[in-house]
Structure formats: C-alpha cells, structure tokens
C-alpha cells in the first residue's frame, strides 16, 4: 500500500455556481418525489402475488370444473389488482395480504374444506338428489325430528 502522507495538498473548496447562493442541504426526499412510485411498485407487487394465489387456490377446481374455475383464474389478475388497490390504501389489511405465509395457512384450510363442501353441494343440489334428499324427502319437507 502506499503511503501518501508525505503529500501536503491543500484543496480549496469548490466556488458556488453563479447566479445561486450556497443553501442548507434538506434532508429526505423532497416533497411529492418518489412516494408515490413506490407506492405504485408495492400495488403493482401485492396485486401480482394475490393473483397468483387467486390462481393458485383455483387450480385444482379447475380440473373438476373447468367452466366456473376457468373464470376464476381467468379473471385472477384483475381480482387481484382490484384487491390490491383496495389493500394498498388500508395498512392493516396490506399487511395481512403481505405476510404470504397467513395466505398459505388459509389456503390449506380452504383445501381441507372442500371435500365438506363437495358432499354438501351433491347432497343438496346435485342432480341426483333434485326430487328427493337422503332420506327420501322431498325438498322443503317438514321432516319429522327436524327442527
């Protein structure tokens, strides 16, 4: 390494550009520059990452349900950024929709769920069942025992 001790330079400080005088610096950003692009990148993030979800939660309907599934993942990006701009506004609600792994957690219960709700469809609006339920009844019937 080299050693510049020896060097004795004195720099005088640059001149003040004419026609301006020497200001005292403002911290930060000055007002209006930058917030909003910033906060247009976290929209446009939470809106890619709820559409994604949105996609993904649809995904295994779609096989079962191609048509209404379909829809779902078709219009996933515009529910997604319909949500974000809404979330983008609430503090609380953005950060529930950030923190990706509460999202996981609800997804697995949507999932574990479905085959309640798959039993519940069939049984009560299934085609099999559109003159009478289980046990025999037609639907509407006062059935004896039922409250």
Excluded: W
Aim: proline share 7%; aromatic share 6%.
């Amino acid at each position: 390494m080299t050693d510049f001790s020896d060097l004795n330079i004195e720099l005088d400080s640059d001149p003040t550009p004419s026609g301006t005088t020497a200001t005292k610096k403002r911290r930060g950003r000055p007002p209006g520059s930058g917030g909003t692009t910033r906060k247009a990148n976290l929209e446009k993030q939470v809106a890619a990452e709820l559409g994604m979800y949105i996609m993904l939660g649809a995904a295994p309907f779609q096989m079962r349900d191609p048509v209404c599934a379909g829809a779902v993942v078709a219009q996933a990006n515009d529910i997604g950024e319909a949500m974000a701009a809404i979330a983008i506004d609430h503090p609380t609600m953005l950060k529930y929709l950030q923190s990706g792994g509460s999202m996981a957690k609800y997804l697995k219960l949507a999932f574990a769920l479905k085959p309640i709700a798959d039993t519940v469809r069939d049984h009560h609006f299934g085609a099999d069942n559109a003159s009478t339920d289980s046990a025999g009844y037609p639907p509407g019937a006062m059935v004896p025992g039922a409250a």
